[in-house]
């Protein structure tokens, strides 16, 4: 059974960092791309950022890019997101995923419990 555990949420000042983990379990970790996607309330999902299964290779989405940083460690097979420069619109529940984009799979529902991100003065 694919299994996430995402962790390293909390409340943070505008400017502040944050870095989030995503322990995988139940699959090859080290065969899959993975993603972050956020969903803001009253929002739906948000592609954040993927790498590559080897981690050779990422991509950012325009909100993000420069601040947030994905990496992966396949010998742990966990996931993680380092966000610098955080922003209020940054608040959001943060999960993982073993796919480039989950947000357009319209079947994929491997969803763990999510990190919850809040980002206030």
């Known amino acids: 059974e694919v299994q996430f555990v995402e962790a390293g949420g909390g409340l943070v000042q505008p400017g502040g960092s944050l870095r989030l983990s995503c322990a995988a379990s139940g699959f090859t970790f080290s065969r899959f791309a993975m993603s972050w996607v956020r969903q803001a309330p009253g929002k739906g999902l948000e592609w954040v950022a993927a790498i590559t299964n080897r981690g050779d290779s990422t991509s950012y989405s325009y909100a993000v890019k420069g601040r947030f940083t994905i990496s992966r460690d396949n010998a742990k097979n966990t996931l993680y997101l380092q966000m610098n420069s955080l922003k209020p619109e940054d608040t959001a529940v943060y999960y993982c995923?073993?796919?480039?984009?989950?947000?357009?799979?319209?079947?994929?529902?491997?969803w763990g419990q999510g990190t919850q991100v809040t980002v206030s003065s």
């Open positions: 995923a073993n796919r480039w984009d989950p947000t357009i799979e319209l079947d994929y529902n491997y």
